[in-house]
Nanobody
């Protein structure tokens, strides 16, 4: 059974940092990534990484501030978030694709999802 479990969310002041983790079990994934959804908004792409870790993709809004990585030995993916701003407040979801050739920057490109972890950035 495939399971994705996020952790690491919380309350942080603007300018601060947080690291999210996503522990995966039950399957080998081609790509994994992070999406986020703020209240009243659609789910949006944040970052994605290939199974080898060689390819990384970022939304323009987080480029230069967030870093995605993965430790395949631990079946865990990370999102290091620095220089957080109020606009980063959202529920962050871990996602994974077992399908080759899908667009990992779109929600429909992923076929497994975690339950989400809340990140709140305060002023």
């Amino acid at each position: 059974q495939v399971q994705l479990t996020e952790s690491g969310g919380g309350l942080v002041q603007a300018g601060g940092s947080l690291r999210l983790s996503c522990a995966a079990s039950g399957q080998t994934f081609f790509g994994t990534g992070w999406f986020r959804q703020a209240p009243g908004k659609e789910r949006e792409f944040v970052a994605a990484i290939s199974s080898s870790g060689a390819y990384k993709y970022y939304a323009d809004s987080v480029k230069g501030r967030f870093t995605i990585s993965r430790d395949n030995a631990k079946n865990t993916m990370y999102l290091q978030m620095n220089s957080l701003i109020l606009g980063d407040t959202a529920v962050y979801y871990c996602a994974a694709s077992t399908r080759f050739g899908t667009n990992w920057s779109r929600p429909e490109g992923m076929n497994y999802w975690g339950k989400g972890t809340l990140v709140t950035v305060s002023s």
